[in-house]
Structures are given as C-alpha cells and as structure tokens.
C-alpha cells in the first residue's frame, strides 16, 4: 500500500496543534509555534523540528508533564514526524498526548478522538492494520456521541475509516461507508461543496475496482463538474478527477474519450505542482501508455 505522509496535515492542524498561545507567560513559546507553522507551510518539515523540540521542553518547564499544553506541543512534533514519513518517531509522542488528553479531559472528548485518528495513521502507515482499525472506530463513535450521527465531524471520521478499507482493497466494506459519508456531507456542506467531490471521486474508485463502471463513470463525472465549479479549472484537484476520469476510459478502450482528459491533467499538474511530484508522474505515464496503445493519439 502507498502511504501519503502529508495527508496527516490536515489532521495535525485539525488537532489545533499549530496556532498561537494566548497565556500570559507564553510569548516565547507562540514565538517558536508561528515559527514553526510558517515552515509547516512552507513545506520545511525537517528544518522545523528542532524549533519543535524546543517548544517541547520549554512547555514542560511552563507547565509540569502532564498539561494539555504540553500534549498539544507533543502533536506538533509528532506531526512533523509524520508528514517526513517517519511513523516510529510519531507515535510515542502522540501516545503521551492521548494520555494527557484523556486524563484532562475524559475519554470522549473531541479532541481526543481527533489523536486517535492520528495514532490509527500512524498505525496504518506501520502496516499494523489491527491496530488502526479500532482506533478509527473509536474517533468514530466518539464524534458520533458527541456531535450526533449527521454531523460533518462524523462523516469525517468516517470518511478515513472508509479510507482505511478502501486502501487495503476491502471495497466490499468501505462502500456503505463512503455512502454515508455522501448523505452526511451533501446535506452538511451541500451538494456541490469539494468534500462532496473528494468523497464521489473515493466512490468511483471503489465502483471501478469492483468492474461497476456503470456506477463508477457518472460518480467521477460529478466529482469532476463540483471541482471544477467549486475551485477553478486549473486547481490540482481538477487534475485529480481528469486523470482519474481519463484512465478509466483508456482502460475501458475508451481512448479519443481518455486523451483530452490526461492531456488536460497534465497541462495543469504542469503549472501546478513541483516537477519530482509523483501525480506528475502518472499522468505522464498513463498518456505514455496510451500512445502505446492508441495510434491515433501520437
């Protein structure tokens, strides 16, 4: 399985892991965190983990072990682990949090559901899928219980549950889910919000994997239209959808239907992202494969 380290920033901010501290006694440390969420931007993952080191330890001097604070400074460290792909190193950190956490706050509070999630990440990317696995359904059943079963939290959190099963090729498993996460979030965010899009792109590929392309294309069809609505049409996203759009007519035979998508994908993956970006790649190696396979098209 691939495992896309940087798909964890969104939980490590989620987490409210990265802001400003507000204590009085706290300007050195909302230093060292603007510090590091601007090199969180900037990509700078490994330049910006000795300045979370420091934030660690001065937060343990400000506060004892076992504050919130210091399992909040715990998450951003263990988040810069992460998104460098380095799991072994996350996990003990982030361990400490959820412990701090659930003792300061009980063992249903939100953001404590939001560390587990970040452990069942942690756990997945190691391949221990029997360890993920219930870790994912606690931060489900824990955002259920406190935000109700239609919330977008909830579909959240079951989004990378369905995640979970859909990258280990469980399809069977990850559909209803993916289901629900299409209900909650359509009636939540509305009909034509990205993560509506994000969530029918996920269905397509799991109606393709299971040879339901009558299913599959209409389902990557509107992911496509909402993205392109929704954020522009030259948004990495739109790429996304076209390319996953195009390869799924090339490999249904579908080719004059497949070229325009990829050469599309391409021109704005091109303008958009770096060039060693490995969606870079396999947009050029599915037009490759099909000037193989397609006259035509050269």
Known sequence: MKFHWAALAGVVLACGCIGYLRAAEGDDRGMLEAQITRMFQEQKYAEAVPVAQRLLILTEKSFGQDHLEVAKAST?????????????????????ALAIREHALGNTDPLVANTLTSLAVISEAQGHYGEAKPLYERAVAINEAQFGDKDARVADAVNNLATFYQVQGRYGEAEPLLRRVLAIREVALGINDPQVAEVLNNLATVYYAQERYADAEPAAKRALSIREAALGSAHPDVALSLNNLGVMYMNLGRYAEAAPLLQRALAIRQAALRPEDPALAKTRTALAELDRVWPPNR
């Open 76 to 96: 951003i460290l263990g988040g810069l682990q992460v998104v460098q792909g380095r799991p072994d190193d996350a996990q003990p950190l982030y361990q400490r």
